[in-house]
């Protein structure tokens, strides 16, 4: 079955400066990679997501990239913002919707 | 979008009980998503529901430890049979948006003593 792999397990950044999380994936079928936030003591929510047809997304200061031959896909989030200190999880899925999460970064954003 | 209702917010129940945990969309899904989120991890997917056939399992998890109703098609249920405070964790409904991404309810906290 699919496994997503998640690095770094936690990261710590400066307000304003950039944060970039990396994720590998095992299942060559996999076509939709998701993103998703988790504040604490919250339900996770989609923040972005890219299909396996598009190498780059972006969305005002977050953006994803894809690299399918690899099977890596990030998620770079530049100006941080204290508000956006929480746990951010990868994901992938095929056609059947069935998503696999990866292990979760930590993101600290320091005032 | 989907709104979802779980319940119970949260328990704590004793050893060697069952709980069941309710799931409420406010729109008709095929297919609805049970995961369990233990303290500082991931989600970890127990099965897939579909309306009028059995859960799909993934490895590690087993219908008689974990059985699932769907009656229909915005309504299911998660039962944990024989809980141990192994079994202490959240457990979440999910519903894909049909194109894939994934909408959560707010979670059932579950501690077991």
Not at chain 2, 58 to 69: C, L, Q, T
Request: glycine share 8%; aromatic share 10%; with cysteine.
């Amino acid at each position: 079955g699919e496994n997503v792999e998640q690095h770094p397990s936690t990261l710590s950044v400066q307000e304003g400066d950039s944060a970039v999380i990396k994720c590998t994936y095992s299942d060559s079928a996999s076509n939709y990679f998701p993103w998703y936030k988790q504040e604490l003591g919250k339900r996770p929510q989609l923040i972005i997501d890219i299909r396996s047809n598009v190498g780059e997304k972006k969305d005002q200061r977050i953006a994803v990239t894809l690299n399918k031959t690899a099977k890596h896909f990030s998620l770079h989030i530049t100006e941080t913002q204290p508000e956006d200190s929480a746990v951010y999880f990868c994901a992938a899925s095929k056609g059947d919707f069935k998503t696999i999460f990866g292990a979760g970064t930590r993101l600290f954003v320091k005032a | 979008s989907a709104v979802i209702s779980q319940k119970p917010s949260r328990d704590i129940c004793q050893r060697g009980t069952s709980l069941t945990i309710q799931c409420q969309v406010d729109s008709q899904v095929t297919m609805m998503f049970w995961y369990r989120q233990q303290p500082g991890q991931s989600l970890t997917l127990i099965a897939t529901a579909n309306q009028g056939s059995e859960a799909t399992y993934e490895s590690g998890f087993v219908i008689d430890k974990f059985p699932i109703s769907r009656p229909n098609l915005t309504f299911s249920t998660l039962t944990v049979s024989n809980m141990s405070p192994e079994d202490s964790s959240i457990y979440l409904c999910s519903v894909s948006g049909g194109t894939g991404e994934l909408f959560f309810g707010e979670g059932s906290r579950l501690t077991v003593l």
